[in-house]
């Protein structure tokens, strides 16, 4: 047997077999070429290596797999050389794990395995992922491994949760360790917990407001910079899976994780950068909130978990500028988007009143857009008139008075619209994005495409309440 030191610094000697040791000196070496393949010495070392991976002790085994993945990743031939043998070990099965100590160890052992996930590789994998304390490049390599197993991303996030509760005990505690690696965990998995291909489930949002404030207590980590450094970090996180995932957005629990991590400083508030990422985290939150009250849905849970982690004015005024640019929703949800509140229902005569304001206004609107159409434009008919007066006098006059008239009309129905705050809405020749909601098409095409405004639409938006769509504009598809 030889030794060698781990390379975290520590000093601490290593016992690792010969086959283990000759085959690192080669590749320091850079001897393992295909021509060296071809040698007896190789021969020699590869029966060595299949010999003690095959009937060695449990960490010999470790060892002997992880330099295997450290050779065959030198090049592909390499690979195609020692892969098979840790396949046998896999498909032989494998003995009781034991951690290797030096962080490239654990990376070319987890690449070695990656290659054949079996199901005792994918629990080795999940363990790895919150046991394993630096290691970062192989904790990366058991996340694909652990993802790869997974059917649903809420079903990997529980795994790792278990995990958690196994290493670490399921008692809510200050640790720092723990938050420590549950930073490290959040690391290597927020990315893929976005870019993944895999459902949500049911529980996505729910095992991850585990995962991100479910095993601390209440108060979070006792060192303060940690503390403040973590939180930022996994609202981060939060903020992006909610921006990307529709399944999160939707979920109250997601915005529930923001009012856990805001407990960390009470009675103390958050820092200014811990506020900022809630403002736009509630604002993500309003977005979604904004297209179930356009399918006509009033999601109250989700409003209320925006209102727990922002507050109801914040809240009102990010709504109130999104119905500003949306006019397509009902007074009704428009008042509920804003205040979580249903106006209450009018007496009949109101009803009446209303029906009759409604018809005016979808009257003057149609009038609002004759006035502003090129058939009725006064200065376009006055130069007709000047031309035909030239030959036919008479008619001239005749079509300067209607020029006139037509001035006087414009000039009415444009001053009715203003009292009763009515004004168009996009103008001919403009390029829009196609949206049902808010435009009229004149043929089919599909949502989002650039579209042409042929006629301008009407809205009415009167002072204390949300701009509503009365005529949609009529667009065409290109």
């Known amino acids: 047997m030889s030794q060698h030191e781990d390379a975290q610094g520590k000093g601490d000697q290593v016992f690792e077999p010969d086959v283990v040791a000759a085959i690192r000196k080669v590749i320091q070496d850079r001897r393992l070429t295909k021509e060296f393949v071809e040698t007896d ?60 100590q030096d962080g490239e160890d654990r990376w070319y052992l987890a690449k070695a395995l990656h290659q054949n996930p079996s199901q005792e590789v994918v629990d080795i994998a999940f363990s790895e992922i919150v046991r394993d304390d630096l290691g970062e490049k192989a904790r990366r390599v058991w996340v694909e491994v652990a993802l790869a197993a997974s059917e649903t991303r809420d079903e990997f996030l529980k795994r790792i949760n278990r995990n958690v509760d196994l290493i670490f005990g399921s008692a809510h ?96 508030s958050p820092p200014q950068e811990f506020e900022a990422i809630s403002r736009r985290l509630l604002r993500y939150g309003a977005e979604t909130l904004h297209l179930f009250a356009r399918q006509g849905l009033r999601n109250d ?38 205040t979580g509140e249903v106006p209450a229902k009018r007496h009949s005569s109101a009803v009446v009143e209303a029906l009759s ?85 004149i043929n089919e095409g599909t949502i989002g495409a650039n579209v042409l405004v042929v006629r301008p639409g009407t809205r009415k938006t009167e002072p204390n309440r949300s701009p509503r769509i009365l005529l949609k504009p009529k667009v065409k598809h290109s």
Not at 312 to 328: F, H, P
């Open 41 to 100: 010495e190789f021969r020699r070392i590869l029966a060595g290596l299949r010999e003690t991976i095959l009937k060695g002790n449990p960490l010999d085994v470790w060892s002997s797999l992880s330099i295997a993945g450290r050779a065959a990743s030198v090049s592909k031939p390499m690979g195609n050389v020692f892969f098979p043998i840790v396949d046998q070990r896999i498909e032989a099965g494998l003995p009781p794990f034991r951690a290797l």
């Open 173 to 268: 505690d200050r640790s720092d360790t723990l938050a420590r690696r549950i930073r490290r965990i959040n690391s290597a998995i927020s990315e893929k917990l976005i870019t993944s291909d895999l459902p949500a489930g049911s529980e996505f949002s729910h095992q991850l407001r585990i995962l991100y404030s479910g095993h601390l207590s209440d108060e979070g980590p006792e060192d303060r910079r940690l503390r403040d450094d973590a939180a930022l970090e996994l609202m981060a996180s939060l903020t992006d899976v909610v921006r990307l995932s529709f399944a999160a957005a939707s979920d109250p629990s997601s915005y529930l994780i923001a009012q856990d991590l805001r407990t960390w400083w009470r009675p103390a």
């Open 301 to 338: 849970a989700l409003r209320k978990s925006l209102v727990a982690i922002g507050g109801s004015s914040l809240l009102g005024r990010v709504a109130r500028e999104i119905v500003d640019r949306d006019s397509s929703l009902s007074e009704d949800l428009s008042a509920w988007f804003c």
């Open 357 to 441: 304001s409604e018809r005016l206004d979808t009257d003057v609107s149609r009038l609002l857009v004759y006035v502003r159409s090129s058939e009725f434009d006064g200065a376009a008919i006055e130069r007709i008139s000047d031309d035909v007066s030239e030959l036919m006098p008479d008619e001239g006059k005749l079509i300067s008075d209607l020029s006139g008239r037509a001035k006087q009309v414009s000039q009415v129905v444009q001053s009715l619209a203003k009292r009763l705050h009515i004004s168009l809405f996009l103008d001919t020749g403009e390029v829009v994005q196609f949206d049902p909601a808010q435009h009229d098409a």
